[in-house]
């Protein structure tokens, strides 16, 4: 591994880390995956250790196609401080509006999050920032409120145990980018037929299945939360899987263009724009959970240098529409 310092400016420099040549495109020749610790649109990967704010504030164009996050509930520095409902929510609404500024023109934000509790009473948190989304000020578009249920988690004893969290996904303006086909999932009937009207008797479901609908579950796709067993466990407390992440990078972007994860914790979203082809560009104030996303990252990255030397160019996703195709023909016969 060799380190790059190059000029950025006056002020200071940006230290490039040039890690291991992979391919990452069918369509490409032998290149680099350049990993950043700051801001640089050369770059493939950028990791900041620090405050998203003060990254946000780097990014001077609009060049990010897709942010994604989940956010901590309390956004103290570390999971068991808790933070004030109204400085939670005055946080959060400046990483939204900064968030808004790097977007492209049909860019997406999807906003992971679930239930503020306190005294054990919850507060939705969705409803709460829905306002800095679509208000006067951003006027996002909201095009999908998703609940993701979750399988596992703590047992209430004075209400009913919460086991589904939601995802806002908001686009900035009307050209947003979408690609159904990439996320498809098996159909539960392949074989169903129109029963009347001039396509009467032909197959009237999609050969590569339906659409994930916006309830998402560990039915198809197994999108689980990550507990203690779970193979992507790390020591990250809230862990973000690697299916759901997968599944709205997909769909929500293209290969080679910049995602944004203000709140990475343990490095989910960068492993899976790694073997997706896409650029990130993300922050985590916590050192102990970058560190464990750098080591995510390095992984990721000899995966794929793996699967090169190996005669792979690409990593099949297991939302492809490839393997859904294989599914659909399995549950047919």
């Given at each position: 591994?060799?380190?790059?310092?190059?000029?950025?400016?006056?002020?200071?420099?940006?230290?490039?880390?040039?890690?291991l040549?992979?391919?990452?495109?069918?369509?490409?020749?032998?290149?680099?995956?350049?990993?950043?610790?700051?801001?640089?649109?050369?770059?493939?990967?950028?990791?900041?250790?620090?405050?998203?704010?003060?990254?946000?504030k780097?990014?001077?164009?609009?060049?990010?196609?897709?942010?994604?996050?989940?956010?901590?509930?309390?956004?103290?520095?570390?999971?068991?401080?808790?933070?004030?409902?109204?400085?939670?929510i005055?946080?959060?609404?400046?990483?939204?509006?900064?968030?808004?500024n790097?977007?492209?023109?049909g860019?997406?934000?999807?906003?992971?999050?679930?239930?503020?509790?306190?005294?054990?009473?919850?507060?939705?948190?969705?409803?709460?920032?829905?306002?800095?989304?679509?208000?006067?000020?951003?006027?996002?578009?909201?095009?999908?409120?998703?609940?993701?249920?979750?399988?596992h988690?703590?047992?209430?004893?004075?209400?009913?145990?919460?086991?589904?969290?939601?995802?806002?996904?908001?686009?900035?303006?009307?050209?947003?980018?979408?690609?159904l086909?990439?996320?498809?999932?098996?159909?539960?009937?392949?074989?169903?037929?129109?029963?009347k009207?001039?396509?009467?008797?032909?197959?009237?479901?999609?050969?590569?299945?339906?659409?994930?609908?916006?309830?998402?579950?560990?039915?198809?796709?197994?999108?689980?939360?990550?507990k203690?067993n779970?193979?992507?466990?790390?020591?990250?407390?809230?862990?973000?899987?690697?299916?759901?992440?997968?599944?709205?990078?997909?769909?929500?972007?293209?290969?080679?263009?910049?995602?944004?994860?203000?709140?990475?914790?343990?490095?989910?979203?960068?492993?899976?724009?790694?073997?997706?082809?896409?650029?990130?560009?993300?922050a985590?104030?916590?050192?102990?959970?970058m560190?464990?996303?750098?080591?995510?990252?390095?992984?990721?990255?000899?995966?794929?240098?793996?699967q090169?030397e190996?005669?792979?160019?690409?990593?099949?996703?297991?939302?492809?529409?490839?393997?859904?195709?294989?599914a659909?023909?399995?549950?047919?016969?």
């Amino acid at each position: 591994m060799t380190t790059e310092s190059l000029p950025a400016g006056p002020e200071k420099e940006i230290n490039r880390e040039r890690i291991l040549p992979v391919y990452r495109d069918r369509d490409v020749d032998r290149s680099q995956i350049r990993v950043a610790e700051e801001w640089d649109p050369d770059a493939d990967v950028v990791l900041y250790e620090g405050d998203c704010l003060d990254l946000l504030k780097q990014i001077k164009d609009p060049v990010v196609r897709l942010g994604i996050t989940s956010p901590p509930y309390n956004l103290g520095k570390e999971y068991e401080d808790h933070v004030a409902l109204e400085k939670y929510i005055e946080v959060h609404s400046q990483v939204i509006r900064d968030s808004h500024n790097v977007l492209v023109d049909g860019g997406s934000l999807c906003w992971e999050v679930g239930n503020y509790v306190e005294n054990g009473a919850i507060v939705p948190l969705d409803i709460l920032l829905w306002g800095y989304f679509a208000g006067e000020e951003l006027k996002m578009k909201c095009r999908n409120r998703i609940a993701w249920v979750v399988p596992h988690g703590l047992h209430s004893k004075n209400r009913f145990s919460g086991r589904y969290e939601v995802v806002l996904w908001f686009t900035k303006g009307d050209g947003y980018y979408f690609d159904l086909d990439a996320v498809r999932v098996p159909s539960l009937y392949p074989k169903k037929k129109y029963f009347k009207g001039p396509k009467k008797g032909e197959v009237s479901s999609n050969p590569n299945g339906k659409n994930p609908s916006d309830v998402w579950t560990d039915l198809w796709g197994g999108i689980s939360n990550v507990k203690h067993n779970h193979p992507e466990k790390t020591e990250h407390p809230c862990q973000f899987p690697e299916t759901l992440v997968r599944r709205i990078v997909l769909a929500l972007s293209k290969k080679n263009e910049w995602v944004l994860d203000p709140y990475l914790g343990s490095g989910t979203t960068a492993a899976v724009c790694i073997q997706e082809g896409r650029k990130v560009v993300a922050a985590e104030i916590e050192h102990r959970y970058m560190r464990t996303a750098r080591a995510r990252v390095r992984k990721q990255i000899r995966m794929v240098e793996k699967q090169f030397e190996s005669g792979f160019r690409t990593q099949p996703s297991p939302a492809s529409t490839t393997s859904v195709a294989r599914a659909v023909s399995a549950r047919s016969r």
